[in-house]
């Protein structure tokens, strides 16, 4: 039988086990206290401790509430064990516990049982508790009314803290209490690597005979016996003992053992259950309560006639020492006999105050790769898996993932993955992946919509994908197909998907619309023509009568209000650059409004900007002919001798970013607004990528190239000011810096090649910003948002992570998707990041799960998909003639 049996140390010196009438400490950092079986939302602060108890909602999908039978209810029974959480159903059900510092840091967890006959059954069960994928202790309930507690001093190797009990067929399992609180990492350290599971806790001399100390000035928390015996005690019982790293509490410290014969050893014994082989540590803690007046107290301590333990010891006045075991003592004896013995010089017997009986347990220290276990735990929400998905994916075997095969390593990862007819709905998320060894994946039978996403085609050892029977759209990407000549793709009964060829129904439809479309926007095309044309041919005229050198746009006839302008005009333009409404890289933004009232942003050339002119000149020529509704329009451009300028429509209600960080509570962005934003901005881009030819990167995306109109319609500016174009200029590229801090790719940083994938990176910035109210780089300390935001994201935090500013007024599955998509935007490399097609697409969704969920009936909510195609033109319908000069 394994020596984790709770609660079963034996102490010679008379002791009851009870933990009534115990002063807790209060709520502090560091603390997660679950008060398992109450109601949710039922969240208390303890009256008397202080700690802050909460439901167990947020730590656990499964079990029942019950409250214990009310025959062991009585007066002084701690609040804490009248309810319990019962699991019925499933081998393993796992509370997961994400305290904030994560991994790698020492936790001392504590799980209390009181069965209390909540189930009217008097069956107490048998049980096992584990921890993440290790064993942890064999819970044994035998009687009704007592009080179950296994504790463990642990350090996980993953920020998620499993703590999982397990049916073993001899009952129901059930928890009362579940508890963690950080302590130290200098303090119970013992010499070989494993945990500590306390076997016990002693406080020597008190005076208190019944009950567990559990006071609040520890700190951690722990949980003091009371050892009786000929005792001596301070008559301060003050914190000042507490300055060692093991904060013991004064009250504890304060009273301490002394052998009743003066001149005899002090000598105490433990019986020790368990296995044989066992590896038991022992800290004792020391204070001298006594004002010695010159008076000597020192002694030695042996264990078992071993005399290598420890000391000679001489406790200071007042202040704690901790004598521990170097090495570990054998429990092969079943008995562990302690003796402390005055040495010759000593004046006065010993004593000890406290003291603490641990045994060492190794865990495996294997998991679930992290990189999996995160990817799989967002599918899980994503989708409200309701299966067994709880504690590691993998590990131990038998309690396995359904539907999840693993490699067979120490730590797994997960190599194929099955959710055929799962109930999943929503498109294909993102997450899928993140999961780079996954083989095969068997979607089929779902109700998924929206695109095959591209990533398929980038998972390395993908090899089965199997996507039939769902409802998803859009015809399934080349690469993906390509992907699969050598595996196996399943896309049948997708009655929506375009598959390769087969298209030709589809088309045939948005024909059916387009053409009359077609025909509409041709006339108004052909009238915009005709008023360029003479706009065109009253420019060149003016044109003449000045020296500027500048050639006529050659095939930019399409544009109407594109325009070159003098010098003079952008003074006049500006009224003599009386307002400047911004500064930017490229110099002075003044406010200025053309003849016909439309109100523009001029910005200036500084002399001190890099940017070489003639580049400056060709790049405003190509660019005044990319039009957008989401791209900041460039109405014209000023090259007049020394003096430069662009002129652009004016965006009256400022920047994304301003806006974002805005003090200004009438300013905050709702979620929807926010999704509106992301929505237009992905579109601008998208276009630069894909609707442009070149396609045009922008290379400095951020938020504060992202400008609000009136009516909050996001335009992206700034674009293209470095666009590849400039390689044409040679050496000019090298010196225009790229991007901004905090939105640079950092492939860029390796490669020193900027693509549309860096933009992508950039824009999951934006993203990040929209979803948080957090700039990119966080003062103070220069914090990344993302590193911000991935141990949130890894403790699924949701709530932390999003504005606090929306409080709470947002569609969680629409937050979680737009984050999730951010964080693909935000791969370490442009190849795992999503395309801004792919990006427009879910913000699209991301946008709809809000709007929906907001309305009671969805009618009329989805756009038609051919009416968006129409957003797609890059032409601009009838909006706005181009602004002329004077
Ligand atoms: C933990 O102990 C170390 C070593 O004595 C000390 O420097 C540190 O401040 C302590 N940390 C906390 C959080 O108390
Ligand atoms: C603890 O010591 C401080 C001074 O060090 C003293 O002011 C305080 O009263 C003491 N508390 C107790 C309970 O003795
Ligand atoms: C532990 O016990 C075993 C046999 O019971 C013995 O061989 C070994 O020397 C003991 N070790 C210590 C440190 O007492
Ligand atoms: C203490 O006294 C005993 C006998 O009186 C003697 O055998 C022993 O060596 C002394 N120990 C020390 C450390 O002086
Ligand atoms: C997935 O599970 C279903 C049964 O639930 C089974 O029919 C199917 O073959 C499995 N897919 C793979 C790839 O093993
Ligand atoms: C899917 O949902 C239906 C109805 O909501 C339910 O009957 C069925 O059991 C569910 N299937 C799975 C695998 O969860
Ligand atoms: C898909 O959803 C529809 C209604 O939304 C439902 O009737 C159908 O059972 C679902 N199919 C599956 C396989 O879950
Ligand atoms: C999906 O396709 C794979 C590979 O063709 C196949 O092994 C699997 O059984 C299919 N799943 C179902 C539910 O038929
Ligand atoms: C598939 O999705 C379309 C809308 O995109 C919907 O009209 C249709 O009912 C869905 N089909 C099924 C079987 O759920």
């Known amino acids: 039988m394994d020596g984790g049996l709770i609660l079963t140390w034996l102490i010679v010196l008379p002791m009851i086990i009870s933990l009534h009438n115990s002063e807790w400490v209060s709520a502090k950092e560091g603390f997660i206290s679950i008060d398992c079986g109450i109601a949710p939302g039922s969240d208390y602060i303890d009256g008397e401790t202080e700690i802050y108890y909460t439901s167990d909602t947020r730590f656990i999908d499964t079990g029942i509430n019950y409250d214990v039978s009310p025959e062991y209810i009585f007066e002084d029974t701690d609040q804490h064990l009248i309810n319990v ?87 129901t399992p059930f928890i009362s209490v579940l508890e963690l609180r950080q302590l130290n990492d200098s303090i119970y350290s013992p010499p070989e690597p494993g945990s500590l599971l306390l076997r016990g806790r002693f406080d020597f001399g008190t005076q208190q005979d019944l009950y567990a100390i559990r006071d609040k000035d520890d700190v951690y928390d722990r949980i003091w016996e009371p050892a009786n015996s000929e005792s001596i005690s301070s008559p301060l019982v003050n914190s000042s003992f507490s300055t060692s790293d093991y904060k013991l509490p004064g009250i504890v410290m304060a009273t301490a053992a002394t052998p009743a014969d003066e001149n005899e050893p002090l000598g105490f014994s433990f019986l020790i259950a368990g296995h044989p082989s066992q590896k038991l540590y022992v800290y004792m803690h020391f204070a001298e309560v006594e004002d010695l007046k010159g008076q000597i107290r020192e002694f030695t301590i042996s264990v078992n006639d071993d005399e290598s333990f420890g000391g000679p010891v001489a406790p200071r006045y007042l202040l704690s020492d901790t004598v521990y075991s170097k090495y570990s003592l054998n429990g092969s004896i079943n008995r562990l006999s302690f003796s402390l013995k005055r040495t010759n010089r000593s004046t006065l017997p010993p004593i000890i105050n406290a003291m603490e009986v641990y045994r060492l347990k190794e ?28 504690g590691d994916p993998c590990l131990p075997m038998k309690y396995q993932w359904d539907g999840l095969t693993c490699s067979q390593d120490t730590s797994p990862s997960i190599i194929s993955l099955n959710l055929s007819s799962s109930n999943l709905s929503g498109n294909i998320l993102t997450s899928f992946s993140s999961l780079r060894s996954l083989q095969n994946l068997d979607l089929s039978y779902n109700n998924l919509t929206g695109p095959v ?109 594109n325009s070159e302008f003098t010098f003079s005009d952008v003074a006049t333009i500006t009224n003599y650059f009386s307002r400047t409404i911004g500064r930017g890289g490229f110099g002075q933004v003044y406010l200025g409004t053309l003849t016909d009232g439309t109100q523009v942003a001029v910005k200036m050339r500084s002399q001190s900007s890099i940017q070489s002119p003639k580049a400056l000149q060709a790049e405003a020529k190509l660019l005044t002919r990319v039009h957008h509704k989401n791209l900041v329009r460039l109405i014209g451009y000023c090259k007049d001798g020394t003096h430069m300028a662009l002129i652009y429509e004016y965006m009256s209600n400022g920047n994304l970013q301003n806006k974002l960080l805005g003090r200004e509570a009438a300013d905050v962005l709702n979620w929807k607004q926010r999704l509106q934003i992301a929505v237009d901005a992905a579109h601008g881009l998208e276009y ?61 940083q390796s490669t020193g090649i900027l693509n549309k994938k860096s933009d992508v990176y950039s824009f999951g910035i934006v993203l990040l910003e ?111 003639l181009g602004p002329r000069a004077r």
């Not at 019925?88 to 504590?110: M, S, V, W």
């Not at 276990?373 to 409200?384: E, H, L, N, T």
């Not at 690469?479 to 375009?498: M, Q, R, W, Y």
Request: with cysteine.
């Open 85 to 171: 959480r019962s699991f019925p159903e499933g081998d393993r059900n796992c509370y997961t516990l994400q305290p904030a510092q994560g991994k790698n840091h020492k936790y001392l967890i504590r799980a209390s049982f009181m069965y209390g006959n909540y189930d009217s059954k008097n069956q107490p069960p048998i049980f096992k508790l584990y921890l993440g994928v290790d064993e942890w202790a064999t819970v044994r309930i035998e009687k009704a009314i007592e009080i179950s507690m296994a504790e463990i001093i642990h350090i996980p190797i993953t920020d998620d803290i499993d703590v999982c009990l397990v049916n073993t067929g001899l009952g």
């Open 453 to 561: 996403p591209e990533f398929f085609a980038d998972l390395p050892s993908l090899k089965t994908l199997n996507l039939t029977g769902n409802n998803l759209t859009g015809s399934v990407p080349q690469a993906v197909i390509d992907k699969f000549k050598d595996g196996t793709l399943s896309l049948g009964e997708n009655p929506n998907l375009c598959q390769s060829d087969s298209c030709q129904r589809k088309k045939k439809k948005e024909n059916k619309f387009l053409v009359p479309v077609l025909i509409s926007v041709l006339s108004v095309i052909i009238l915009i023509l005709i008023a360029a044309l003479a706009i065109i041919r009253k420019l060149t005229k003016r044109r003449e009568t000045r020296e500027t050198v500048s050639e006529r746009p050659k095939e930019g006839s399409l544009k109407s209000g």
């Open 688 to 748: 630069l990528h894909n609707g442009c030819k070149p396609p045009i990167v922008h290379r400095d995306m951020k938020s504060s190239n992202i400008l609000l109109t009136e009516t909050l319609q996001a335009k992206v500016a700034d674009f293209g000011m470095s666009r590849d174009l400039a390689i044409e200029s040679g050496a000019f590229i090298s010196t225009v810096p790229a991007g901004t801090p905090g939105y640079l790719d950092p492939e860029y």
């Open 770 to 880: 929209l979803i948080t109210g957090q700039p990119a780089i966080k003062n103070p300390g220069n914090i990344h948002i993302v590193g911000w935001v991935s141990p949130m994201i890894k403790r699924g935090d949701m709530r932390s992570i999003v504005d606090p500013r929306l409080q709470g007024a947002f569609n969680a599955n629409s937050a979680w998707k737009a984050l999730e998509l951010a964080l693909a935007c935000v791969a370490l490399t442009g190849m795992q990041r999503p395309d801004m097609s792919h990006v427009l697409e879910d913000l699209k969704e991301c946008l709809e799960m809000e709007v929906t969920s907001r309305r009671i009936q969805s009618v009329g909510s989805h756009s038609i998909g051919s009416g968006n195609s129409l957003d797609d033109l890059p032409l601009i319908l009838g909006t706005q």
């Open 363 to 390: 865990f495996s220290q294997s998991s679930t790769q992290q990189n999996d276990v995160d990817a799989i735990k967002r599918i899980k929400s994503g989708y409200a898996v309701s299966s067994n998905w709880q």
